[in-house]
């Protein structure tokens, strides 16, 4: 590390300039038509460090979407940040990450945009973009350091160091980051009988770590004639530990003791680059991208008895080599007072897994056992081709169009070797309505194809909680028709309010599904709705007052209803999120460089069900947190944090059943009540 860190500081004394994929403007686009703009002065109070700090103060904006959010390859944009009028590229990191190495002198204002009028198709509602210049060499670092009282080791190592600059023509941005976390939480969790009565009491105590060390640097090359070319490279590490040690006493009998450990690493890597240059009457964009990672996995359950009984245990271990390979076109040109595209992509996704079941016996060895289930392969080979427009029909009116058609070819090999085939149109339809500077309406609606998680065609255990998990060779991909509604209304030095209304309708949903052996597997489970409200509101207290005073409002409700394959009964969806709240306050105290601030946030996790048992596991019910900042202290940015001071818990509950549901007794109920207690937290940031 203290080579690459040399390296870092050693290009800081060449000239900068450069992003990951869009390369900073040399000089500052005028401000597009209609956008409301937010310049460096507005963010003072804040004393931001980078461009994310800044997006991160827009009133009543939260960032959203990104190409890391498992979508299936490129596709349209469905990040709501641009940058210099481009979408972001990289898969393998998030919009954050990328926002976090624009510094904040280089930005020269932020516009939020009706995502329509940007010509990028898939954008939709508000677009935050961030336009900004190179003013020279540059260099930034964070560390985050945190210790929570109970269950957990210090965190020590999170941070990220990153350089921005140019050479000639060429643009670059290295950083190296280890984003990591120390986790844990201990307490008593309670079984009984289906009458309620005590079966066994026990006391179990978790802590795990993870780090993710990376290396990304991102080129721009400007070839001079319009031509311009991106290259991305990144490279990291997954380093990922669990203990969970338990203690079991029952009214009779030896007491258990259980040892519970999951180690999991793997490298991941991607290549990723674009070309774009004039091509008749607009510009051909050309896009290849390489992305793999391998996910080595061990998870080893010991029982051991006060009694000297012989111990007993399972090993579980499962190689996961998962890749995929993208190349798309676009070709850009204006036509009858519109912007249109039309694109091409071919992506080619694998998944090739191989995994091994282990009993321990007398003597303290693990003997395999045969599970053929768990090895194979998966290939997804799609081609999609899509036309799209954008138009403003008028001042006060825009809309998009787009149509599309994708096909494909999912394969297995190995176990359960199947190969299907399948065409699926998709598209969208959206338009916006600003009738004043202050006040727009956006509706979309498209038809959507969801990705599939290929780990679900092939089986898995959970030793911990007893579970085998199927496999499935006839997963489809569920499809979606949707019609989205967003409003947005600023009210000047109040703040600013926005309301988003998403209803969905599945086809093919997946969810836990009955297999014919007895078993049970993701599936496809028929039909499915959801309807998701949303606010975000930011409300300024100067105006009552309270000079650099603003609350950040977030609340999300969620209505599902899906029919159990188990049971017949209407339910959520299992594992999603019913409803969450995040309320922030932060106080600027004028004429200082200090800073405070109180957040609570909940989060509400809808329970799961499946053949054998049914459950909920969740956290809460309210974290509270608190922060105290000083914005200049030598040059730095130190913030320290307090988190969870409102007690939150995890909690953990499942009935499971002697057979198949609905008709089998309960065999035993299960109860989960652990302490996670106070965290607390470090953050130095700075530039150099």
Avoid at 160 to 188: K, M, Q, W
Avoid at 204 to 224: I, Q
Avoid at 485 to 496: D, F, V
Wanted: hydrophobic residues 35%; proline residues 5%.
């Amino acid at each position: 590390m203290g080579a690459s860190l040399a390296a870092l500081c050693a290009w800081v004394h060449a000239p900068a300039q450069a992003q990951d994929a869009v390369a900073p403007a040399a000089t500052p686009p005028a401000v597009t038509a209609g956008a409301q703009v937010f310049e460096p002065p507005y963010f003072a109070q804040f004393a931001p460090r980078n461009a994310l700090d800044m997006v991160d103060r827009i009133p009543g904006f939260s960032i959203s979407g990104g190409n890391n959010q498992g979508q299936r390859g490129l596709g349209q944009a469905t990040q709501n940040v641009i940058v210099n009028g481009e979408r972001l590229s990289s898969k393998s990191e998030s919009v954050s990450d990328q926002l976090r190495r624009i510094p904040a002198t280089d930005v020269v204002r932020i516009e939020i945009l009706d995502g329509n009028a940007t010509s990028i198709p898939g954008l939709t509602g508000q677009v935050a973009n961030v336009v900004y210049t190179s003013t020279g060499a540059s260099g930034q670092f964070s560390w985050t350091a945190g210790f929570r009282p109970h269950n957990t080791a210090a965190q020590l190592y999170g941070g990220e160091i990153s350089v921005i600059g140019s050479s000639g023509a060429l643009d670059y941005t290295v950083s190296l980051s280890n984003d990591n976390d120390r986790f844990g939480a201990d307490g008593p969790v309670a079984i009984a009988d289906r009458e309620g009565i005590p079966l066994e009491q026990q006391y179990s105590k978790f802590s795990g770590k993870f780090d993710n060390p990376r290396l990304s640097t991102a080129f721009a090359y400007d070839f001079g004639g319009n031509v311009v070319g991106n290259l991305n490279l990144s490279y990291g590490e997954d380093f990922y530990v669990r203990r969970e040690p338990e203690t079991a006493t029952r009214a009779q009998g030896p007491v258990r003791f259980r040892d519970v450990r999951v180690d999991e690493d793997g490298p991941e890597y991607e290549l990723g680059g674009d070309i774009q240059f004039p091509l008749g009457p607009g510009r051909l964009k050309l896009i290849g991208l390489e992305r793999f990672e391998r996910d080595n996995y061990t998870s080893t359950l010991i029982d051991s008895f006060s009694n000297d009984s012989i111990p007993t245990g399972s090993r579980f271990q499962q190689t996961n080599a998962a890749g995929e390979r993208i190349g798309r076109f676009e070709y850009d040109w204006k036509l009858w007072n519109a912007d249109w595209q039309l694109s091409g992509e071919a992506a080619f996704n694998r998944l090739e897994r191989r995994s091994r079941l282990f009993e321990l016996v007398p003597g303290g060895e693990f003997v395999q056992l045969p599970f053929p289930q768990g090895n194979g392969e998966v290939r997804e080979d799609r081609y999609e081709t899509s036309l799209s427009m954008s138009r403003s029909l008028s001042r006060t009116l825009s809309l998009q169009l787009i149509g599309a058609m994708e096909f494909s070819t999912i394969e297995q090999t190995g176990f359960a070797a199947n190969s299907r085939s399948f065409k699926r149109p998709k598209g969208s339809f959206a338009a916006t309505w600003k009738p004043r500077e202050d006040f727009d309406i956006s509706i979309t609606f498209a038809k959507r194809v969801s990705q599939l998680s290929f780990g679900d065609f092939l089986a898995s255990v959970s030793l911990n909680d007893d579970n085998q998990n199927g496999g499935n060779n006839e997963l489809v991909p569920y499809q979606s028709w949707n019609i989205e509604l967003e409003a947005n209304k600023t009210l000047g030095p109040w703040g600013s309010i926005q309301l988003q209304a998403k209803r969905a309708w599945f086809e093919d949903f997946i969810d836990w599904f009955p297999l014919a052996n007895g078993g049970e597997a993701r599936g496809n489970i028929g039909d499915a709705e959801r309807l998701h409200l949303q606010a975000n509101a930011t409300l300024n207290l100067d105006p009552f007052g309270f000079a650099g005073a603003r609350l950040d409002v977030e609340v999300v409700k969620r209505f599902m209803d899906v029919t159990d394959p188990f049971t017949g009964l209407s339910r959520p969806f299992s594992y999603d999120s019913e409803g969450s709240f995040d309320i922030d306050f932060r106080h600027d105290i004028p004429a200082t460089d200090w800073a405070w601030g109180v957040n609570l946030n909940h989060f509400d996790q809808a329970p799961y069900s499946r053949r054998y048992e049914n459950g909920r596991e969740w956290e809460g019910t309210v974290f509270g947190a608190v922060f105290v900042e000083h914005k200049d202290l030598f040059g730095l940015t130190i913030q320290a944090q307090a988190r969870n001071l409102l007690g939150a818990r995890d909690y953990f509950r499942r009935t499971v059943y002697d057979g198949p549901r609905p008709d089998a007794g309960i065999r035993f109920t299960e109860f989960r009540d652990r302490r996670i207690g106070p965290i607390f937290r470090l953050v130095v940031s700075g530039d150099f």
